[in-house]
């Protein structure tokens, strides 16, 4: 019920590509999901994050598709660049209370160029 | 705005030594968390701490323990190292308040090997 399972494991695009990455979780009481870029040697920072009342949310090259019924929520990275290589990290939290994270598996995203 | 600043950023213990891993939250926030993430996973829930108490805990066992002072900073402790602690401990602050967003920021963590 805690868990939060993401795929691919790794994605190799090319530049100018799109790049998703698909998640599901299955507590009904999650209300925030954020997803987290993060670069080697380097923490977690926040690339995007959306609440279940809207259904995406977009900003610059990034977008998060939220599918409530399903329990899926996905990230696509538009044109993307050899920059936005990196891991990426789903994860979702119940605002209230404790603010405690459930990271998916990771997806090791790589962008030739 | 200070981000938040982890130390030290390596380390290597033997099994059944004690570490002591330290945090500075970012400025402006109250709440602590820590999370273990093994190599090629996912962070882990450890625990949170706000007004200096523990405010959540994942499932980690007792000698996994944590501290924060009153300007908001934190250690987190592990007694008896087992290998399998082996794994970069991130810090992560946030602002507890109605209404806010619960956003996460993170430190660059601090790299345990435990031989």
């Known amino acids: 019920q805690q868990q939060v399972k993401q795929s691919p494991q790794s994605l190799i695009v090319q530049k100018g590509g799109i790049s998703i990455i698909n998640c599901a979780y299955e507590n009904t009481a999650f209300d925030y999901f954020p997803w987290y870029q993060q670069f080697p040697g380097k923490g977690p920072a926040l690339l995007i994050a959306i609440r279940p009342d809207v259904s995406e949310k977009k900003e610059g090259r990034f977008t998060i598709s939220f599918n409530k019924s399903a329990k899926q929520f996905s990230l696509h990275i538009m044109d993307s660049q050899p920059g936005d290589s990196a891991t990426y990290f789903c994860a979702a939290s119940m605002l209230a209370g404790t603010y405690k994270y459930i990271f998916g598996t990771g997806t090791r995203l790589k962008v030739l160029a | 705005e200070t981000g938040v600043t982890q130390s030290p950023t390596h380390l290597i213990k033997t099994r059944g030594q004690q570490v002591t891993l330290r945090c500075s939250s970012q400025?402006?926030?109250?709440?602590v968390s820590w999370y273990q993430q093994a190599l090629g996973q996912g962070p882990q829930f450890i625990f949170q701490?706000?007004?200096?108490?523990?405010?959540g805990r994942g499932n980690f066992p007792p000698r996994f323990s944590g501290l924060q002072f009153p300007n908001y900073s934190s250690e987190l402790n592990v007694n008896a190292l087992e290998l399998d602690d082996s794994a970069l401990y991130l810090c992560?602050?946030?602002?507890?308040?109605?209404?806010?967003?619960?956003?996460?920021?993170f430190g660059e963590g601090s790299r345990l090997t435990v031989l």
């Open positions: 400025s402006g926030h109250n709440t």
């Open positions: 701490y706000y007004r200096e108490e523990e405010n």
């Open positions: 992560a602050s946030s602002l507890f308040s109605s209404g806010n967003t619960g956003e996460l920021f």
